[in-house]
């Protein structure tokens, strides 16, 4: 049983870029959820993709937006970055919606906006 | 809407000893809690959760105390090892099991 993969592991990007982060869940699970943390911090819920479509969505702007795929994996995609955007992105899979206990993440992606 | 905060954040314990990281919460409300253990470099992994009709759970060298009065919750980890280093976390799930995370409290182990 594979566990949650996230690529890029770091990345570098300028103020202004657009960043893309992807997500391959757990085996078995059709719930994504994503999460910035920043340094020092605990992560903050951006939202939720079940079966293809957005379902819950934290206090994050619209450049910030995603995407699943048929294979439940999942994409993040930030546009116009800004400095603050700099932080870990974690991604999280489960078996079902709404069920934080079964949550498995990924190392997360530490994305540096310069 | 609901906020979550860590007392410490950073604990230092003798290896052997036992750790309380202590956590509280605002909303009365609130129905899940959750700790989780970060490793560096890692991902949260999930320890141990508790429900409000609940005020104790054991899980394996760990316990979870729930005080809905002073809505105050605890994570104790007995006889601490060089393994348990890591940040842990006190998450609150939301009315739609949304998580709302703590800030973190490190926990170093002394030898």
């Known amino acids: 049983e594979t566990g949650v993969t996230q690529s890029p592991t770091h990345l570098i990007k300028t103020r202004g870029q657009q960043v893309t982060l992807r997500c391959s869940s757990q085996?078995?699970?059709?719930?994504v959820s994503w999460y910035q943390q920043a340094l020092g911090q605990g992560p903050q819920f951006i939202f939720q993709y079940y079966r293809e479509e957005e379902n819950g969505r934290g206090n994050f702007p619209p450049r910030f937006s995603g995407l699943q795929f048929p294979n439940y994996s999942s994409e993040l995609n930030v546009n116009a970055l800004e400095l603050d955007d700099s932080a870990l992105y974690l991604c999280?899979?489960?078996?079902?919606?709404?069920?934080?206990?079964?949550?498995?993440f990924g190392s997360g992606t530490r994305l540096t906006v310069v | 809407g609901e906020s979550v905060g860590l007392h410490l954040p950073t604990l230092s314990v003798q290896e052997g000893d036992n750790s309380i990281i202590n956590c509280a919460y605002s909303n009365s409300a609130s129905d899940y809690f959750i700790w989780y253990k970060q490793e560096s470099g890692k991902g949260p992994q999930f320890i141990i959760d508790i429900r409000s009709n609940m005020d104790k759970r054991q899980g394996q060298r760990v316990t979870v105390l729930l005080n809905k009065t002073v809505k105050h919750l605890s994570l104790q980890i007995a006889a601490t090892q060089p393994g348990d280093s890591a940040v842990y976390f006190c998450a609150v799930a939301d009315s739609n099991y949304q998580l709302i995370w703590g800030a973190g409290t490190k926990l170093i182990i002394k030898p």
């Open positions: 999280a899979s489960s078996s079902a919606q709404l069920t934080p206990h079964g949550y498995t």
């Open positions: 085996s078995g699970h059709n719930t």
